[in-house]
């Protein structure tokens, strides 16, 4: 069964696509990158960084990179983005990256996230997070920079807690959140470091839809399928009109958000701040959702 | 029965008055412009164009004039933008404009269409949308213009289905219906095509009220009062200031705008897709909102 | 019960605290400063102007010095805003200001309103209006520039009424509005002067609590706690970064914006309607929300 009308990929010159072949096969320690079982141009990225996911330089880099060259292949329409850690989507930044460093690799770290944020929300793929976990702070980010997302029900949570563990949410992150969700909750939720049940999540517009565990990849494909129903062409000129301006703007101030990370993360008392806070959420249980 | 409390135009020049009332006479063969049978400040822009109000050159520039004539002549305070086409109040684009033309004749269509379209959502008068059939891609985009939009029931629909059609939506016409729906909405049912039941198309904002068909113009006259209980001063000041910016925005990038249609106009895919696909929304029926 | 886990003010050079504490027994005509009676560092702004806190330059001054003195002092952490008058929150501006004055002498008090309402909107201490009555025109900017809002039950109203008296909302207080109840709603809201019940504005969120009157204050200590659970450093930072492009934009356009009210404040006919309109809605009496 075919996700394209047409397999692309076989029209493509031999070496073009043996490297291609090459980067699939290529099972990085953080994040494996295997075509789909059922549709042959759809690549599974799984973050399978133990115990939590949380986002290195290696990893940013291998994701990076990873989306460069599969939108560069043109054999792949679309990228599902999930995770190989049973309960964690990812828990956000590896805080360990910030701890200690020069002030150049700090800044070199967060120009990298910005930049593979703003790849993975401008990408001419289809993208579409597999929730499977909790997805926390930049967890999060990743799976709002997507154009969908589907969450599996469970006692995971997905929310920006950053505000809870000391951090700063960085300002391109907010943008996706806006656009999602809107001004006001966006503003409320970082300010309080709301993490939301999937119930709640797909009562704000966070998550798209929310679906057993079991059915994920399964709903996961119907929306892809959905999403392929148009030419490659027109979903990508369409994804790009939606998005330009957002994605200008954020090329704009990058130097300025940055910068504005880098001078927060060097901050004496956030420094001493910096340990370990992920996998806070394993075995999490849902509140309601508040009134106020 | 009067619209405005004192008829402005009696005090106008006779040279002036004269001009309008010819203009307003003059029955194009794409759109009536037609005094409000009740209300004398009040114009009735009624599209006439058999089979499915296709919006061509023609169209658009005796939309555009009277636009300009009405608002210079100071005689009229409100119009109404209507269709006299069974089921249909417009199905977008004349395509036809489109298909094997020379690039300048493309670029000028779509400018004429984008300066319309500002000149629509700019507009100093009161602009209602009596939408008394489908209205879907740029037939849509008309409506969203409007200050507001009064829907009649029944089985038509209203939405941007260009990307059903193989077409993309303008970039000018994305920031009426963010600024109606929302960012998400507005980017989900562009890449999905989505059409809309009346119903659920006031469930999400798109229109203001939803009436019996019969009751439609009575509707539509009950807030033409209430919009007309503030000067017009007043109102046109207040109007100015929510829509400045976007305003702004969109003479900014008209150039970049238009150019980038004409660009996506000129392909030859695109060349090639087309059709006389217009009217293909009589008879259909409506589908429940999608859960996801 | 101190608000903060340690007091800041013990720590500052004798002179400074001395000058604040100085400024906080300043009880001014218009405007009462006091600590709160539980936490130490929350000061009540209580506006005590009889008969319906109109908001004129001498209240504008002491409101935005008062703002940046406790800024400044680094002694508090968060502001309550709220009345001494019974039933009325704030009426709105007091038209006399703009009665028959010198051109220079408008356009400085619509640079004073400006400046003052950005300044509360960036500010960089925790800012909860506590409304307490009705709410109207400026009295509901004054609210929506604040970080949350809580208001009492009962007879009184808020919202955006300067069209039914004749007057423009500023642009600056767009920006607040929007952000809070979306572009939509603030546009149809400032177009028909609409106000709402406490109930109402709850729905569309232009509110964020509605409690019995007796409980106002005990619920906005709730809020102030929960706010200041975070460090101030990040509060700061993530209000700074939630706020930052509204607030730059402000700037930017302040010229413009002065000027375009100092324009309309000086016509004849905007002249000649000043008068002293406010205190109309006191036994004002709740009417559903319109479902069109």
């Known amino acids: 069964m075919a996700f394209c009308r047409q397999t692309v990929r076989l029209f493509l010159p031999g070496n073009r696509y043996t490297c291609i072949k090459r980067y699939i096969s290529n099972q990085s320690k953080y994040l494996t990158v295997k075509k789909d079982e059922e549709f042959d141009d759809v690549v599974i990225l799984k973050m399978v960084k133990e115990p939590d996911n949380s986002i290195c330089t290696n990893l940013l880099e291998v994701l990076s990179e990873t989306l460069q060259q599969l939108e560069d292949s043109k054999s792949y329409r679309a990228i599902v983005l999930t995770s190989g850690v049973t ?18 690799e700090i800044y070199k770290f967060w120009s990298l996230y910005q930049e593979t944020w703003v790849r993975l929300y401008a990408s001419s793929l289809i993208t579409v997070a597999a929730i499977n976990g909790s997805a926390t702070a930049s967890g999060c980010a990743l799976a709002t920079a997507c154009d969908s997302r589907v969450m599996a029900e469970g006692d995971h949570v997905i929310g920006h807690d950053e505000t809870r563990t000391g951090w700063l949410v960085p300002n391109w992150v907010k ?41 994920l990849m399964t ?40 910068t504005n990370m880098t001078i927060y993360s060097l901050l004496e008392h956030v420094q001493e701040s910096i340990v370990d806070t992920n996998a806070q959420y394993l075995g999490w249980k849902p509140v309601p959702w508040p009134s106020g």
């Open 87 to 104: 309960g964690i989507f990812s828990s956000g930044l590896d805080m360990l990256s910030l701890r200690q460093k020069p002030s150049n």
């Open 175 to 215: 943008f996706g959140m806006v656009n999602l969700i809107g001004f006001k909750e966006t503003e409320r939720s970082f300010q309080k470091g709301t993490i939301f049940s999937p119930e709640d999540a797909q009562k704000i517009g966070l998550v798209d839809m929310v679906v057993p565990k079991d059915d």
């Open 219 to 258: 709903s996961v494909r119907i929306r892809l399928k959905e999403s392929a129903s148009l030419e490659d062409d027109l979903r990508i000129s369409t994804k790009n009109m939606m998005r330009r301006e957002t994605t200008e703007n954020l090329n704009h101030r990058q130097q300025e958000d940055v």
